[in-house]
């Protein structure tokens, strides 16, 4: 079921033009919805207000109302504007709206629902027994007709309605199942719920070295990025400043500039650990202010597949000059042609089967397929990029990026042969197909 209409209530938002991850709220709010599947947005306003909030993005394909009072009502998400929560929270609405048969549905969580440190969920109380809150909801034309049929010169109007009524039988409730959901009422909420918001950007398929560091420090930098008007594209771009950075220390900072050996293979490592790091700022800048575009996953896709050949060649040579071992070059050589080997098993995927430039979107065996496929799929994760970018850093950090060589050698190799025998598992299964 995709609902495709939605009704904002801007009665209470008595400060509109505060930001949370560098939009307004109202913005966070359309934009949240629009990119759910919502074309039809109508924005309550209290009488006072003299000038209608400006939207300053355009989509043909929706149509947004400002207005004091709704005329026409369609089954519709409700959202108090005066909040911000997870927008996983519409996967919860819409799947219990799937099977709640036309009733009304109400998203409630507690404190603790997608908690950080002292910074908790907080929404608005129907239940101060026990403490139960909501702030969104999913409600059919007849329900959000009557609704506005009450006097709304008080703003919290709806929520007094649904504590009376979502006891009832024509209600259902819907636990927020540990999502964040913070009301807003100054700057020191909102700041509260940019950390929430933030926070919860970090993404299940992260690797060990992402979830436990990287995140931990791009974080704090994409929540002042948010607030510039830098988009995703040029963090992408400027992020592989970093690897041409890395590289000019590896290969230039002996003879160039004098360092040792050591000196410039710990530049080498630490500016790649960066690049590996603010490599996340475009992904968590493209979400959080809702900036997604398809050339901006393949733009991200193809830069880290050149800074990652950077690398390759850099650590390379910088093995061969410190050790004046020939066969460096050699490996060097290989770890390139494994690279684009996998480079490209994963562009044909992207673009016949997934149709996205995400390389996260990366998948072709399940469990159901065998041990080999397994045993593929689950050793391609050692070859995740915070995982050896970290161990280069490490490697420079005692001075034994020579290591690294053998390192980016037989890793990028295995990830050429492993991808490129995915890819022709996926060529025969789709000519059996065909042949089906």
Known sequence: MTIESAVISALSLEEPEIFVGG????????????????????????????????????????????????VDFFDSYYIKSNTVFHKAL????????????????????????GSLWLTQSEGFSIDGYIDLWTGLAFLNAETLKSMFELETSDSDFDIRFFEDNYSSPDFLTVSGNNRFFHRISGKADAKSAESLL????????????ARIFNRTMSLPVSKILSKTNLTPNQLSVINAFF????????????????????????????????????????????????????????????????????????????AWFSTGQERFIYMGVAAFIGQWLANYSMYYYLIKIAKTGNNQDYKVTNSSEGPVAVFFEKIKYLTKRDFHLFAFFLLGV????DIGAYFICAFAVSAGLILISQHIMLLIKGSRAVKA
């Open 23 to 70: 939009l307004t709220i109202l913005e966070r709010h359309i934009l949240g919805l629009y990119y759910n599947g919502v074309k039809k947005i109508t924005v309550v306003l209290p009488d006072k207000v003299e000038k209608t909030p400006v939207f300053r993005r355009k989509f043909d394909d929706l149509t947004l109302i400002f207005t004091n009072k709704p």
């Open 90 to 113: 519409f996967d919860e609405l819409e799947r219990a709206a799937d099977a709640g048969e036309g009733k009304n549905i109400l998203v409630t969580g507690k404190a603790m629902h």
């Open 198 to 209: 933030f926070h919860s950007l970090r993404k299940p398929q992260d690797g060990l070295v």
């Open 243 to 318: 690897a041409v950075i890395a590289g000019f220390f590896l290969v230039f900072g002996h003879s160039m500039l004098g360092l040792s050996f050591y000196i410039s293979g710990l530049l080498g490592g630490l500016f790649m650990q960066m690049c590996s790091i603010y490599d996340g700022c475009d992904g968590e800048i493209a979400r959080v202010k809702f900036q997604y575009s398809h050339l901006g996953d393949w733009l991200d896709t193809i830069i880290d597949d050149i800074t990652n050949c950077i690398f390759f060649a850099s650590v390379a040579a910088w």
């Open 398 to 401: 005692f001075g034994r990026l």
